[in-house]
C-alpha cells in the first residue's frame, strides 16, 4: 500500500519578505499539457530513480506521475520542497492520484529543509527560471547531495542572436505573467561552470515556443571531493 502524501512547513517559514504566492498563475499551469509538451522529457528526470530523491520546485506536482510510473518505488524515498501554496496544494492532490508517497514540504531552493549529503539525487523541472538567487540555490543542491550523487535538470534559458535581445526586453512582463520565471537566464553556464559538478550529459532540445526557448536538459554528478563546500 502506497504511504500518504506529507505536507509539512519547513523551519525556515514566516519570512513575510519572501512569501511566494501565485494564486492566477497557479490556476493556469493546470490548463498547460504536462504529458504532451513535456512528457519525454519529465521521463527523462524520473527514469530509474531509486533511493532518497528531492524534487525542488514541485509546482503542482506535473512530475509525480512520471516518477510514480518510471521510478524504482520499491527502494524510493521521495521528497519535495515548493513554497507556493496554491501549487502546493495542488501537488499533495496529484501525489495522491499517482499513489505516490511523498514527503512535501513548504520551503525555497535557496535554503533547504535537510542536512548535508541527504540525497541521491535531486532533481529540477524548469525551476532555476524562477527562482530568486539562482547560484544560493545550486549551492543548497550540491550541499544536500551525497558525493557522487545525480543533479538531474529540465530548464528553459536564454536564447542566441535576436531571440534573446527579444528576451531581454519581454523579460519584466513575463516575470510578473508568469509567476516570477524569467526568460533570459544563463542557467547551463551556472550548472556546468559549478565547481563540484563534473558533466555527465547535457543537451539543447529541439523544441520550445518563442520566448520560453531553447530547453536544455542534462544530468551533473557531484565529484567524490566536493571542493568548496
Not at 182 to 211: C, K, M, Y
Request: proline fraction near 6%; charge should be negative.
Amino acid at each position: 500500500m502506497t504511504a500518504p502524501t506529507r505536507s509539512s512547513r519547513s523551519d525556515h517559514d514566516g519570512d513575510s519578505d519572501h512569501d511566494i504566492a501565485h494564486p492566477r498563475f497557479a490556476t493556469l499551469y493546470d490548463w498547460l499539457p504536462q504529458r504532451l509538451l513535456l512528457g519525454p522529457h519529465r521521463e527523462y528526470l524520473a527514469n530509474g530513480l531509486a533511493g532518497r530523491v528531492l524534487e525542488i520546485g514541485a509546482g503542482n506536482g506535473a512530475m509525480f506521475p512520471f516518477v510514480a510510473e518510471g521510478a524504482a518505488t520499491d527502494t524510493l524515498e521521495y521528497h519535495a520542497i515548493e513554497p507556493d501554496p496554491h501549487m502546493r496544494k495542488r501537488a499533495v492532490t496529484a501525489a495522491r492520484d499517482a499513489e505516490l508517497a511523498v514527503d512535501l514540504r513548504d520551503a525555497r531552493a535557496e535554503s533547504l529543509p535537510y542536512p548535508d549529503d541527504s540525497f541521491d539525487v535531486v532533481i529540477s523541472g524548469m525551476v532555476f527560471c524562477t527562482v530568486q538567487d539562482p547560484e544560493a540555490a545550486l549551492s543548497e543542491v550540491t550541499r544536500v547531495l551525497r558525493p557522487g550523487g545525480e543533479f538531474r535538470f529540465l530548464e528553459h534559458v536564454r536564447a542566441d542572436g535576436w531571440r534573446g535581445t527579444g528576451q531581454n526586453v519581454l523579460n519584466p512582463v513575463w516575470k510578473r505573467a508568469a509567476g516570477g520565471c524569467q526568460l533570459n537566464r544563463d542557467t547551463v553556464s551556472l550548472f556546468a561552470g559549478h565547481e563540484a559538478f563534473a558533466v555527465d550529459e547535457i543537451e539543447r532540445l529541439a523544441f520550445g515556443v518563442f520566448p520560453a526557448t531553447p530547453f536544455v536538459r542534462g544530468t551533473l554528478r557531484t565529484k567524490r571531493e566536493k571542493v568548496g563546500i
